[in-house]
């Protein structure tokens, strides 16, 4: 009886009131539930907001703004807000925040050279018409974790690129035959024009047998004139000592690479997997005389007829001229030259 009759009496509450009142709560409650729409993270309110609410605030009754969910002391907070920003004094302009394209260019600067420091990229800016403090080159490389040149070192990538014109690349990889029986090759690569050469096929390979294919590869290499500086190679019991000695009689360094790190060595490794995505994989091998007649073949097709994408833009095979610019040919006049039974394929223009 006592809710019925509190229910009645908001009722008759109601028919007292102004057509203008309600419709002012009508619109608070529609704002509201705007507000509270909001789920992204949680209801948020603007500046709009906060304006429409306050406004309607003022047009309600005095019991109802205390049933909103903005109360009366957040409306006074907002305006005390408002008050304390019109009456902030301005902060005094200091140093103007260099632009994101000059801090790129000082870590790129860090990056690329691992010997400057900060006084010496200051000092670089200067000509390219930039000033810049020391402190705010600091600053910049902490913010990027880039060490000082104590402690940054070359890398293995700045290495092979800074010796990629003197520098080979040895390593092995086997396949099985039908007979599942494992043949290992042998083979070396050069790192600036991706040449390959097979130094031969073994189903035993040993110490002596690898040392032997060194001295064979260091008189090709001296009658050809082809001047290497560095060799890079795994830690493979069959690489002796008499093999790093053959090619330290002709001035090539052998570098080592690290424990189970194959990336150290990854021209080398890429080759194995083109040769076995590209050939082995696709035939059965029958034996020793095969397997080298077949990779005979695809290392001719791939010093002379495929692209490299690490040649450049160019897409060169490493035997192709660079000099060279090849003139467009009709589709009509192009042949085809078909290797290892047509599993390789080369497209040339007819003559």
Same mark, same amino acid.
């Given at each position: ?15 007292? %009131? ?8 009508? *619109? ?35 019991? *109802?703004?205390?049933?909103? #969910? ?23 302009? /200091? ?25 010496? #990229?200051?000092?670089?800016? %200067? ?12 600053? #910049? ?17 700045? =290495? ?5 014109? /003197?520098?080979?690349?040895?390593? =092995? ?25 097979? *130094? ?10 690898? +040392? ?50 194959? %990336? ?5 490794? %890429?080759? #194995? ?12 091998? +029958? ?65």
């Amino acid at each position: 009886m006592y809710e019925i009759l509190v229910q009645v009496l908001s009722w008759l509450t109601l028919l007292a %009131r102004s057509s203008a009142s309600k419709d002012a709560e009508i *619109l608070a409650l529609r704002h509201e539930v705007a507000v509270l729409r909001r789920t992204s993270p949680r209801p948020q309110l603007d500046w709009t907001d906060r304006a429409v609410l306050a406004a309607l605030s003022r047009l309600l009754p005095k019991p *109802l703004r205390a049933c909103r #969910i903005v109360t009366p002391a957040t409306v006074l907070r907002w305006h005390r807000r408002l008050v304390a920003e019109n009456w902030r004094q301005p902060k005094p302009p /200091g140093r103007p925040p260099l632009s994101d394209e000059i801090t790129a260019l000082i870590a790129r600067l860090a990056r690329e050279n691992r010997t400057w420091g900060v006084v010496r #990229i200051q000092g670089e800016l %200067r000509p390219l018409g930039h000033r810049v403090a020391a402190s705010t080159i600091r600053r #910049i490389l902490r913010s990027h974790r880039i060490p000082p040149p104590s402690r940054r070192g070359d890398t293995w990538r700045t =290495f092979l690129r800074a010796q990629a014109d /003197g520098l080979l690349a040895v390593d =092995f990889f086997h396949v099985d035959t039908v007979t599942l029986k494992r043949l290992y090759a042998a083979f070396v690569i050069e790192h600036r024009t991706r040449r390959v050469h097979v *130094l031969g096929v073994t189903d035993h390979p040993t110490g002596a047998w690898v +040392t032997q294919l060194a001295r064979n590869l260091a008189a090709d290499l001296e009658s050809a004139g082809h001047r290497f500086t560095h060799l890079v190679r795994d830690r493979d019991a069959k690489f002796t000592v008499a093999f790093d000695a053959v090619f330290a009689s002709i001035g090539v360094d052998v570098v080592l690479t690290a424990p189970q790190a194959p %990336r150290m060595n990854a021209i080398a490794e %890429r080759w #194995i997997s083109s040769v076995r995505s590209e050939c082995t994989d696709r035939i059965l091998i +029958t034996g020793r005389r095969h397997l080298r007649d077949v990779l005979d073949a695809y290392v001719e097709h791939y010093n002379a007829g495929r692209s490299h994408q690490a040649r450049g833009v160019g897409l060169r095979a490493p035997d192709d001229d660079p000099n060279v610019v090849p003139l467009p040919t009709t589709p009509n006049r192009i042949k085809r030259r078909q290797r290892l039974g047509g599993l390789l394929n080369e497209y040339q223009p007819a003559a």
